[in-house]
């Protein structure tokens, strides 16, 4: 998502879909790509929770209640969430610098969109797996090969800014996610520019940015904790995605302001090439101001870490289908994301065999085939 959104609560009534067609076994290969968005799919039992929550774009919002309003997992989203460790991500997974700026030679970024965008409140079509508003594309470029950066900024994000262990959650989250049956979902959307293909590898590695945080980032503090992560690696290409995670006690003035939980955008790197951004505070410490990002939403006590993978994946897939603001949208101006936030969130296998809770992405083609858009593969 990316708007300026004013928020309201309102209750879901309870959504049922059994989907049909069986399978799959997650690979951890390339063939994930030849795989048919139709005829090989993995269970889901499409169900939307009844409860109170907060509409909005960019981030979802729950309800508030720790814990509560929890959806019961199905099919092989029961599976129970995969444990990491705190601390610090390995020192051999840091993202290394390129030689070549990330742009071959004759490369000319896609047209953006517009980064001010104001967009209206979601209306009752998202969040509805029913709805018969598809996405449609607006001319933009979707990403075509992401190239997922890390970026913890701030100095004591390994010496007291992480205590539940956010930074290694997001390191195996990312690692997993190229090459996903999880993530095919996505090939579906193409542009002008190319189409997503989910190759493995998208995770690029981690850094951390030393650079102080104001008590309370801007968006354009946010961008150019951005700018200087692309300088830092030295990839300059619309394929970027810079995670720009916070430590424990900060909230970016773009989140308050929206009761975002998390929210994604773009912006120039240089003169002529832009990169994508995601702004992603430390979601526990969100869950404590009662911001209700997600906390025991799948995985009850062990859950704390619950809204770090679902909001991940909600603005990674924005950004790969929605980069500059001008792709994929519904008439309503909801992203992918949007229309399946917080609607049968389940723990789902990524490519690198951990399992982390999830919602499931929007697809023309279920909702064209099956009558309901939700979908996990």
């Known amino acids: 998502m990316n708007a300026n959104t004013n928020l309201r609560r309102r209750s879901v009534a309870t959504l049922v879909l059994a989907a049909v067609t069986m399978t799959s076994i997650v690979s951890l290969g390339a063939d994930q790509t030849d795989r048919s968005r139709l005829t090989k799919r993995t269970a889901v039992a499409a169900t939307s929770d009844a409860r109170s929550e907060h509409p909005g774009r960019d981030v979802i919002l729950g309800t ?18 995969s444990q990491t460790l705190k601390g610090k991500p390995p020192e051999s997974a840091k993202a290394k610098r390129r030689t070549d700026g990330g742009t071959r030679k004759g490369y000319v970024a896609p047209k953006p969109g517009n980064d001010e965008e104001e967009e209206e409140v979601q209306n009752g079509e998202s969040k509805n797996g029913y709805s018969t508003k598809q996405l449609t594309y607006r001319g933009g470029a979707v990403q075509t090969a992401p190239r997922i950066y890390l970026v913890f900024w701030g100095a004591n994000w390994f010496s007291g800014g992480d205590p539940y262990g956010v930074a290694n959650r997001l390191h195996y989250f990312y690692s997993g996610i190229g ?22 590898g998208q995770y690029k590695g981690w850094l951390q940015d030393r650079t102080a945080i104001p008590a309370i980032p801007t968006k354009a503090d946010v961008e150019a904790a951005a700018r200087r992560a692309a300088k830092t690696v030295n990839d300059y290409n619309y394929n970027t995605q810079f995670v720009i995670a916070m430590p424990w006690g900060y909230v970016d003035k773009y989140s308050t302001d929206n009761s975002f939980c998390a929210w994604h955008n773009y912006t120039y790197a240089t003169a002529s090439n832009w990169v994508t951004y995601t702004s992603l505070p430390y979601i526990p410490y969100e869950d404590s101001l009662g911001r209700g990002c997600g906390k025991g939403w799948v995985n009850g006590a062990n859950g704390t870490l619950d809204g770090v993978t679902i909001l991940a994946a909600h603005e990674y897939a924005e950004t790969v289908n929605d980069p500059s603001l001008n792709a994929w949208l519904d008439s309503d101006n909801s992203e992918n994301g949007d229309k399946c936030s917080w609607t049968n969130v389940q723990n789902r296998q990524l490519a690198n065999g951990y399992w982390f809770p999830v919602q499931p992405y929007w697809s023309n083609d279920w909702r064209t085939a099956y009558g309901y858009g939700c979908s996990y593969s």
């Not at 508030?64 to 599976?79: F, I, L, Q, Y």
């Open 64 to 81: 508030g209640a720790e814990g509560s309003g929890r959806s019961t997992p199905k099919a092989s989203g029961s599976h129970a969430v």
């Open 179 to 200: 090459g996903s049956t999880y993530a095919n979902v996505l090939k579906q959307f193409s542009s002008n520019y190319g189409s997503f293909t989910n190759p493995t």
